[in-house]
């Protein structure tokens, strides 16, 4: 298995969407960034890429690429995902925590393990989302901006095995 750990942060400016781990949140200010800027995503998407020995999200989907303005980060954790599929990787689980002192993120927490899950393929069950605040301490405390940490774990995909033909050596009964 191999375990990878992703961290993002970002700036909160007036008149952007809040959308975090794939929820869009009714706010005056959102997260500023080239894609929909949702840190939690991006923050999981570095701990799987890592995890990988894949690099990060910015040379996967550099800032300034036209193809990624505005992106719904839960396309990019799906390709993301599937990197690691064709490379042999399966995601065995993640576990996320957003710091922020607004929005309040606890009862969004079901819906954003499921469209996580869905976005990997991967069952809810193994996508923890937490939130907790920075006590009123730092630029978080302040209210200027949301961070996440990540952590992955994935480990090599089992072979698929087909039902049209037997394993070796084993007998065919017709």
């Given at each position: 298995m191999a375990i990878g750990f992703g961290y993002d942060v970002h700036r909160l400016?007036?008149?952007?969407?809040l959308v975090l781990a794939g929820v869009e949140f009714t706010s005056e200010v959102?997260?500023?960034?080239?894609?929909?800027?949702?840190?939690?995503?991006?923050?999981?998407m570095d701990?799987?890429?890592?995890?990988?020995g894949l690099g990060?999200?910015?040379q996967h989907f550099p800032p300034g690429d036209s193809r990624f303005a505005e992106a719904d980060s839960l396309a990019l954790l799906r390709q993301v995902a599937d990197m690691l599929r064709c490379r042999g990787w399966q995601i065995g689980n993640v576990d996320l925590t957003i710091?922020?002192?607004q929005p309040r993120i606890n009862h969004h927490v079901p819906v954003m393990r499921h469209r996580l899950g869905e976005a990997m393929a991967l069952d809810p069950t193994l996508v923890s989302v937490k939130a907790t605040t920075n006590e009123g301490?730092?630029?978080?405390?302040r209210g200027e901006g949301i961070a996440a940490f990540a952590v992955a774990e994935i480990r090599p995909a089992k072979p698929s095995t087909?039902?049209?033909s037997p394993p070796e050596g084993s007998a065919r009964r017709d």
């Open positions: 400016v007036l008149g952007r969407r959102g997260l500023l960034g080239y894609s929909d800027a949702d840190v939690a995503v991006h923050a999981l701990a799987l890429l890592g995890a990988a990060d999200i910015g710091v922020a002192e301490l730092g630029f978080i405390g087909s039902l049209a």
